[in-house]
């Protein structure tokens, strides 16, 4: 009995330090392979972290894309309704133009009264407050308040109203006196006219 117990213990002794011996030489291997974990999981981490990132920035590319787009369309738009106003404004304008063009003109109707000695005078240079848009006539003739379109033998077209007298018109019936600034005055002084009472 002494034997076997002695026996045992020499076997348990030895399993002891084969166990020992083991764990002394797998220790290694086993922090190598917790190394190689840690390694592989931050590896993983990484990777995975680099997968979301990439995504997130192809989202954002993919948004960014999306508003230039929209932008885009949004300008385009706005061209559009530009050149429609503007085609519309042109439409309009060019309606307005015709309704003129097409609309009646009134009919003016005057009477010719014959070839009159047409001479000049400043209303303001005499003091007058009359302005320019009177002449002086034998009022027998042409009552005050006639208007009249005078064309002158230069060619000129002078609209006027008979606001004025004197003692000329008495002496010489078929003159009229056009009130005129000074610097507008023909340099002949005296020309001839074509008379036409407008009614």
Partial sequence: MGVISLKHKFIA???????????IAIQPVLATQVTNKINIS???VRNTMKVQLMEQDFQLKQKK??????????????QQWNQMEQKQAMQR?????????Q?????????????????????????????????????????R??????????????YRVVNDTGSFAYSNP???DVAMPNSQ?????????SVEVIY
Avoid at 129 to 141: E, K, P, Q, S, T
Avoid at 148 to 158: H, K, P, Q, Y
């Fill in 65 to 78: 894309q999306a508003d230039q787009a929209k932008l885009k369309a949004i300008k385009i738009k706005q």
């Fill in 93 to 101: 304008a060019q309606k307005a133009k015709q309704a003129i063009a």
């Fill in 185 to 193: 005055i023909p340099a002949a002084g005296i020309l001839y006219a």
């Fill in 145 to 158: 308040g006639t208007r009249l379109r005078i064309t002158l033998s230069n060619g000129m077209v002078l």
């Fill in 103 to 143: 609309a009646p003109k009134p009919q003016i109707r005057t009477v010719n009264k014959g070839t009159f000695k047409v001479s000049f005078y400043d209303p303001a240079v005499l003091g007058s407050r009359l302005g320019y848009h009177g002449v002086a006539a034998n009022l027998n003739i042409f009552p």
């Fill in 174 to 176: 078929r003159q009229l």
């Fill in 42 to 44: 931050s590896a993983l």
């Fill in 13 to 23: 002794i030895m399993t002891a330090i084969s166990l020992l011996i083991l764990n």
